[in-house]
């Protein structure tokens, strides 16, 4: 549905994006993760056919984002991270200005704007001025205006920044409703936990180039071509870290508290087969498992200086 083939872009000798690859599927929900200046704000403006790519295709459910510009705005719901709502309108005047740009038939206007107001969780806020609305309010409201045209994708830019707990957790809510409503949703956010909670895929860029893409499960599970195991014993752990360092496959094999922790390079069949010599070397097993990092773990480690090479797919 959202596809980019080695898009380029710079501004003066700024690279922001350096032949950016992604493809992501309909009805999925898709996090765009990145250090500042990664480019993701430059990606999703030529997604929206807000700026010409250098180099590269950019499409929309395969209508190329800037011969067929019209048919994918037609298409495509945008919310940038920096928007203004305009002062002195009430919040359904707001959105009957969009549905009146999109054309919507008068008639059908008065039941959208009642429709969206209750996805964005706005029922009662019609008759309210925009700009006496809360800030969550502001951006659901932005969001609303985003499907006042019932596009298929929505491409969000930091849709969360700036809201408290609270209104952040109805933000994720609305996202999931989306979901649910088969949209295709590609969303940057700095909040990884809540991304990874959503997101049925991320995509983790720096410096203009895609670092490494997939499943959240599968991303956290890569690291450094080793998995973190830890195996929790009744005693003797710092013993069984000094003996787990003299296998193979092991690295940095250390005891913490009841357990060792240690990277394993091995397979299934091998890491049977060293949990069988722990048992053999008399430590009273508790318990075996693997230990995955979290989202914001995989970011620091594949990003900035020393970052880990992981191919992106
Ligand atoms: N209009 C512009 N003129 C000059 N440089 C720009 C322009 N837009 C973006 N850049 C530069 O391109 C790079 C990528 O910027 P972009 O806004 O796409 O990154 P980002 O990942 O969205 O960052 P952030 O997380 O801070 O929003 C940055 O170095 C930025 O300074």
């Not at 495509?76 to 919507?104: C, K, N, S, T, W």
């Not at 088969?182 to 956010?189: E, F, R």
Request: aromatic share 6%; proline share 4%.
């Amino acid at each position: 549905m959202i596809r980019f083939d080695g898009v380029s872009k710079a501004f003066g000798a700024t690279r922001a994006l350096d032949g950016f690859s992604l493809a992501a599927g309909r009805g999925l929900v898709y996090g765009l993760i990145g250090p500042n200046g990664a480019g993701k704000t430059t990606a999703m403006s030529i997604l929206a056919t807000l700026l010409l790519p250098d180099a590269g295709t950019a499409t929309v459910d395969g209508l190329n984002v800037v011969d067929r510009a019209a048919e994918v705005r037609g298409r495509i719901g945008y919310m940038p991270d920096f928007f203004g709502v305009y002062d002195g309108l009430r919040a359904g005047e707001y959105l009957e200005f969009f549905a009146a740009a999109h054309q919507i038939p008068v008639q059908r206007r008065p039941g959208l704007v009642k429709t969206l107001l209750e996805l964005v969780n706005l029922p009662d806020k019609a008759g309210v001025y925009v700009d006496s609305l809360s800030r969550g309010m502001k951006q659901r409201l932005a969001l609303a205006r985003c499907l006042v045209h019932d596009p298929d994708v929505l491409i969000l830019d930091e849709p969360a920044s700036g809201l408290d707990p609270r209104a952040r957790a109805e933000m994720k809510e609305i996202i999931r409703q989306l979901k649910r409503l088969d949209k295709t949703v590609l969303i940057s956010s700095h909040i990884l936990p809540e991304l990874a909670e959503i997101c049925d895929r991320v995509a983790i860029m720096e410096a203009g180039k895609l670092v490494v893409s997939g499943p959240v499960a599968e991303i956290t599970a890569v690291s450094q071509g080793a998995r973190r195991l830890c195996i929790e014993v009744l005693d003797r752990a710092t013993e069984l870290a000094g003996f787990l360092s003299t296998r193979p496959g092991v690295s940095e094999a250390h005891a913490d508290g009841t357990a060792a922790g240690f990277f394993f390079s091995g397979d299934r069949k091998e890491q049977a087969a060293l949990l069988q010599a722990v048992i053999e070397g008399g430590w009273s097993v508790v318990e075996c498992g693997e230990v995955r990092r979290n989202l914001e773990e995989v970011f620091m480690a594949v990003t900035g200086e020393g970052g880990e090479n992981i191919d992106g797919n």
